[in-house]
Nanobody, 123 residues
Framework: VQLQASGGGLVQAGGSLRLSCATS????????MTWFRQAPGKEREFVTN????????SYADSVKGRFTISRDNVKNTVYLQMNSLKPEDTAVYYC?????????????????WGQGTLVTVSS
């Protein structure tokens, strides 16, 4: 499975961005698709994930109510809609995939990774 993340950029606080994670190279029907982020000097942290089959989702408390994860079965793409962005959301965002449960929030659990896309939120 190959993952290609895109959509990062520079946005002012309060603004919005949508990240995309295109999948290829195999079916991800039985996978959990997850967004992590890593700010400078910090560990990679869980943001949100979605079970491809069924669409069940989970979110980190820090993004609940502001971020929305979704997937497009036709385009084989996962999206992360980020609204009401804050400077503390600044990070490199990575998509990851694995045959895991929604409770899998540690980066080490994931086998497949996209290359990361930088999100910078200015105050």
């Amino acid at each position: 499975v190959q993952l290609q993340a895109s959509g990062g950029g520079l946005v002012q606080a309060g603004g919005s961005l949508r990240l995309s994670c295109a999948t290829s190279g195999g079916a991800v029907t039985n996978y959990v698709m997850t967004w992590f982020r890593q700010a400078p000097g910090k560990e990679r942290e869980f943001v949100t994930n979605i079970r491809w089959s069924g669409g069940t989702t989970s979110y980190a408390d820090s993004v609940k109510g502001r971020f929305t994860i979704s997937r497009d079965n036709v385009k084989n793409t996962v999206y992360l809609q980020m609204n009401s962005l804050k400077p503390e959301d600044t990070a490199v965002y990575y998509c990851a995939a694995g045959r895991l449960s929604l409770g899998s929030v540690r980066a080490a659990q994931y086998d497949y990774w996209g290359q990361g896309t930088l999100v910078t939120v200015s105050s």
